[in-house]
């Protein structure tokens, strides 16, 4: 695959492209990695920045003691090291994932440095992408911090039932494992038991084969319900 087929099918490319050096038209690599692939560790040196072009995947933080925590989720167009290049850093911060199967258009770090330097289109389109995962990520890390578990698994799983189209599915299936929410809502999964309990005594959930379940139904109290979890 070149990155004029590549273009063909993701149209959008050619707005970050555009104005792209002659030169880097033939100093690119593009690779298909399947889903659940680790296409960016955290702590080791950056060689080489990316451009998702094709996929979904999630940003991870990992620590010593073997915790997982999910940072955020994204959709195409992404990059891959551009926070550690803008920041002059020389090792990663983050691990990436794969979720899908995802394509990645490569360059050298030294050619996309230069690359910005003559290209501020290109700046700009990749330093608004930075900016607004900062400000997702600062406008929701108060939630993690201060609301009980009750309010952010809730509104995690009304987040996922919409996205599972229970408006017209009418009952859906979270089919996510204790560990898996753990790592995306940030609560112990000693807590997460207690607050399934919970939701599924106020009858806001069901459990189907130990994976959360919803009706429509309770989709709508749920939506009803969340704030009571904050204010008691």
């Not at 910005?116 to 330093?127: A, G, K, T």
């Not at 989709?219 to 969340?226: A, D, P, Q, S, Y």
Request: proline residues 3%; aromatic residues 10%; contains cysteine.
């Amino acid at each position: 695959m070149t990155l004029q087929d590549l273009i063909r099918e993701v149209p959008d490319l050619e707005t970050y492209l555009r104005n792209m050096p002659e030169k880097l038209w033939t100093r690119y690599t593009i690779r298909v990695y399947p889903p659940g692939t680790i296409i960016h560790q955290k702590d080791f040196r950056l060689e080489s920045f990316g451009i998702i072009a094709k996929g979904e995947h999630r940003v991870i933080n990992e620590f010593q003691n073997g915790n997982v925590y999910m940072i955020e989720k994204n959709e195409p167009i992404d990059f891959v090291g551009e926070v550690t290049i803008l920041a002059g850093m020389e090792k990663t911060s983050v691990t990436i994932e794969t979720l899908t199967e995802t394509t990645v258009i490569y360059f050298s770090r030294k050619d996309f440095e230069e690359w910005i330097e003559q290209d501020i289109h290109f700046l700009r389109l990749v330093s608004r992408k930075v900016a607004f995962k900062l400000y997702r990520s600062s406008y929701n890390r108060g939630a993690r911090l201060f609301y009980p578990p009750q309010f952010i698994l809730l509104d995690y799983i009304l987040k996922a039932a919409h996205t599972l189209d229970i408006e017209h599915k009418k009952q859906v299936v979270i089919r996510k494992t204790r560990q898996e929410l753990y790592e995306e809502c940030g609560i112990t999964v000693k807590t997460l038991n207690r607050t399934i309990k919970k939701l599924k005594e106020d009858g806001i959930i069901s459990t189907q084969k130990g994976k959360i379940a919803m009706s429509l139904e309770q989709f709508r109290l749920g939506r009803k319900k969340i704030h009571h979890y904050v204010d008691n």
